[in-house]
């Protein structure tokens, strides 16, 4: 699903383009140079916050495709991404206790990642993905193609990094066509029914298994994580009142502090 409503400037995290950048080394290219042409510099080291112009990844990507990569971008992409790449966040996923606190935290704070795309979870359990696309991009149909197999593929990477490395989500489906040549690759890694020209991007999992206990879960170092999380996301967005809340009574709740009066300060509210 693609949204071109105008919007403020899309930023991204600096693991995505550390990530593209390896990636398009695996095609025999130099992904660091690619990017550099565009003003992204990925050889220096980054700060663990760093951000960069979403639009200039477009931008990279766009100049080798599809002449130089494959459908297979996306796939290869979560192959060299790990949860450390996305520092806090990644480890706030992949020590969630639950798939549904899991896919609850990938909606709160997806901004994180890529502060234009979205992300919605249903409870049917359909973890749902949009992306918002620059109008220069809009004719671009296989852009869409590696950036929402890349969220699926990377997304379910995480899943399996705290759940088990054969997880696999009940369906999954993508509203680009289905991928010439290459479906039996995205049907090897995803090891499930694949949908193609869907009205929407998801991965959709078992209700029943949403609340089981992951093996990987640690309910303390996902909160700590997730407070790391809000206050790095309040530093370039606004954040939803639900989630202020939360980390409020997170911090509020040890001390024994029940007060509306104490919650309505953390949120810097009236009473």
């Not at 699903?1 to 400037?9: G, S, V």
Request: charged fraction near 20%; charge should be negative; aromatic fraction near 12%.
């Amino acid at each position: 699903m693609i949204e071109t409503a105008e919007k403020p400037p899309v930023t991204s995290y600096i693991g995505n383009a550390l990530g593209v950048a390896k990636t398009l080394d695996t095609y025999g290219l130099d992904g660091a140079a690619i990017l550099s042409e565009v003003g992204l510099d990925v050889n220096t080291a980054p700060s663990f916050d760093a951000r960069v112009p979403g639009n200039l990844v477009h931008e990279a990507l766009n100049r080798h495709i599809p002449g130089d990569i494959d459908a297979r971008f996306g796939l290869r992409f979560a192959k060299y991404i790990n949860p450390i790449n996305y520092h806090a966040f990644g480890v706030m996923l992949t020590s969630s206790t639950t798939l549904r606190a899991f896919c609850q935290r990938l909606q709160r704070y997806y901004a994180y990642v890529n502060s234009g795309d979205n992300v919605e979870f249903e409870e049917n359990g359909e973890l749902r993905y949009s992306q918002v696309i620059a109008p220069e991009f809009t004719d671009a149909p296989f852009e869409v193609l590696l950036h929402e197999s890349a969220w699926a593929a990377t997304m379910l990477k995480m899943a399996r990094a705290v759940s088990a490395p054969e997880f696999s989500p009940r369906s999954v489906k993508f509203s680009f066509s289905q991928p010439e040549d290459y479906a039996g690759d995205f049907d090897d890694y995803f090891g499930c029914p694949i949908e193609y020209e869907a009205p929407y991007t998801a991965l959709c999992f078992a209700e029943s298994a949403l609340d089981d206990p992951l093996p990987g879960g640690n309910a303390e170092l996902a909160r700590h994580s997730e407070q790391l999380v809000f206050n790095y996301l309040k530093t370039f967005t606004e954040v939803e009142l639900v989630n202020a809340a939360r980390m409020a009574l997170f911090e509020l709740l040890p001390r024994g502090d029940f007060s509306l009066t104490s919650l309505a300060g953390s949120l810097e509210m009236p009473e």
